[in-house]
């Protein structure tokens, strides 16, 4: 029998409010890590504007936790929340692209796979993150790295407005003229401020893209990172090139003789013809052992994007750590090879995204995002599809972190962040920027309403 309190919240919405009696309930609650198992009192899956409003005000007026999910594709589960309110955004999915102003407005429930396919019959992209399935919401309030942003800079720094509902339910746009604080917070401050119920971002002329992978024997590793380490800096910005330590594979299309094989890879993308791709990617392969296996060709850049999206479907284990790093010196490099030789299953890698190029032209104090002196965003992340595998690929990323952490800046991305870090790490993570931070947030949410995030307390 429904709840009362599902009663009247139903009553205020168009769309649908599921409940613990709901026959969808366990559904709805779903998480993209499988490893977080949270149970809402309530889902109430928004339509429109007015519904974002009507769940915030109820969630208040309640008293209730509230959690706040667009695509859901967040690691720690922040996305859902124990016996509270999800205000479930995954049916606002609209995008419209204008391609006489090289614009995209999209709401806050799609996925980046379907930004890029509407962008693509324009010849157009958002710089965004490397896997189709990620919800554009949250990779852009973290900030957003990906295949584009040596070129194009950070997603957040392609962000031109959001329209967000506050914590009080009020309705306000955030731009560089239109609360302009917030508009700054927004970029790089998570969650914390309210619901985006749109974002408008500018699209770059992307379309056809010479990508793809290419595996060494980890036997390699040692010689391709330190080569990818020198090349990078000197390398035009068309290319975005990723480094990973990882495992092989054990289906197709990957070569059957080295399915389970420790590998390292750099993943690429050049925006631009092939000749010139293979121009920009030659000082990576100069000097360096011969690949297992180099797949690099002319592709449509959504096919890129989504090109690992069967590896990792939802519902997989999950835990991950990150890291801003620097400067990746010997020292590091030996420290990464020693962890990564000890992977506790297939799936379980780190990558290395650079993020120097255009992420350096904007200043520190430009955004939230802190990061700009960094040149890489480190993830280490233990993925397993057996929920016993939970505890060791939990402790081998720990492990891995403990070692390569000293060689590393103190914080890390917010989006490579687990829900145990604690205000420390989120303190280094933003610098100079945190008490300004704490200032918007004190302004915008006083009461701190949406704190089921990397949260920000306000500053009292």
Known sequence: MRSQEAAELSGRMRGPVIDRDSIDYDEARK???????????????CSDVADVIEAVNFGREHKLLIAIRGGGHNGPGLA????????????????????ATRTVRVGPGCTQGDVDHAAHAFGLAVPAGIVSTTGIAGLTLGGGTGYLTRQCGLTIDNLLEADVVLADGSFVTANKTENPDLFWALRGGGGNFGVVTSFLFRAHPVDMVYGGPIFWDQKDAGAVMRRYRDALPKAPEQLGAFFGLKTMPSADPFPQEHWGKRICALISCYNGPQE??????????D???????????????PALQSMFDPLLP????????????????????DAHLQQAANTPSMLSLMHLYPIDGAVHRVGKA?????????????????????????????RWTKSYWQAVHPHNQGGGYVNFM??????????????????RLTAVKAKFDPNNLFRVNQNIQPLH
């Open 31 to 45: 998480l993209y890590n499988g490893m977080i198992d949270k149970k809402p009192r309530m889902i109430a899956r």
């Open 80 to 99: 859902s929340v124990n016996d509270g309110l999800v205000i479930d955004l995954s049916s606002m999915k609209g995008v419209r692209v204008d391609p």
């Open 276 to 285: 010139e791709g293979e121009r920009a990617m030659k000082p990576f392969l």
């Open 287 to 301: 000097g360096v052992p011969p690949p297992l296996v180099n797949w690099m060709g002319m592709l449509p850049f």
């Open 314 to 333: 939802t519902g997989m284990q999950w835990y991950w750590k990150g890291d801003f790093v620097s400067e990746l010196t010997d020292a590091a490099i």
């Open 366 to 394: 430009d955004t939230a995002w802190n990061a700009r002196d960094a040149r890489w965003s480190m993830v280490i992340a233990g993925i397993d599809p057996n929920p016993q595998q939970a505890g060791p690929i939990t």
């Open 418 to 435: 687990m829900d145990d870090e604690g205000d420390g790490r989120l303190k280094a993570t933003y610098g100079d920027n945190f008490e």
